[in-house]
């Protein structure tokens, strides 16, 4: 194959690689805006779960029980965002807030109390890939779609069987009308603080996920603020993407290229500071929104607190 396949090939990889996490906290975060919550709290709950996803497979030797762990630990950084903002009905953007920095201090206490002040690093195996047989040796498109992890299948699986949940089943339906019309679905006896609940634990198990991709399968180790911003991305993929799960994967991979484009960039050896390259994706998070983000239609409820009467 010629150099300029290799090259495509290898570009088209990182595309699905860098929008795999991005994608799947998206899609968690969908849920929990269409039951009308906005959760700032997604950086923590994928940093939470990044650092235990790592930090249980490396003790225990077992990439399975790191991801358990990082669904663990992902539920329970939103566990305490949802009695915060469900039961309390306290502010969620200051709650969002408060829980992002929380589990940023709690998991940088516990990697330099287990591996030492100066932040020893610690690797670990990646999660085997499991490659669809014939497919994944189609030229150029075998490697792209049908030559990844389980997580990278899961994920953009999940498109689709959330698009139907939502549109087209019973629970879609008491999802929306939570995030549209909180009392009168109080008032129909659907349970919003219920379904607020359900929604922001799935979403944690999703983000802790996310998060355990980018430790057991991204970058098979463990740094401070791992996440660097990507639950931040997320939500603004829900945004652009206007809250359909197609848009959300469109979006995800419009990011998932930036980012995939930095490195190539750096990679060229221009003259050009990388602090410039290293900024593309966040630069690009605020052009599409400017352009883009005024013109969705939101939740009805979005982000008011509810308090049942």
Known sequence: RSRRCRMLEAFLVSVITMATPILLAALGELLVEESGVVNIGIEGAMLAGAFAALTIAYFSGSDGLGLVGAIGAGVAINAIFAFLVVNLAVNQVVTGTAVSILALGLTGVFYRKLFGVTGKAFMVAPIAKLPLGPLARIPILGPVLFDHNALVYLTFLLVPVLWYLIAHTRYGLRLRACGERPEAADALGLGVIATRWQALIVSGALTGLAGAFLTL?????????????????????????????????????LFGAAMALQFGLQALGTVVPYQLFLALPYALTIVVLAAFGGQAAAPSALGEPYRRQ
Do not use: D, P, Q
């Open 217 to 253: 399968a991204y970058a098979n180790t463990f740094v401070e603020n791992i996440s660097a911003g990507r639950g931040f991305v997320a939500l603004s993929v829900v945004i652009v993407g206007r809250w359909n799960s197609w848009g959300l994967a469109a979006a995800s991979l």
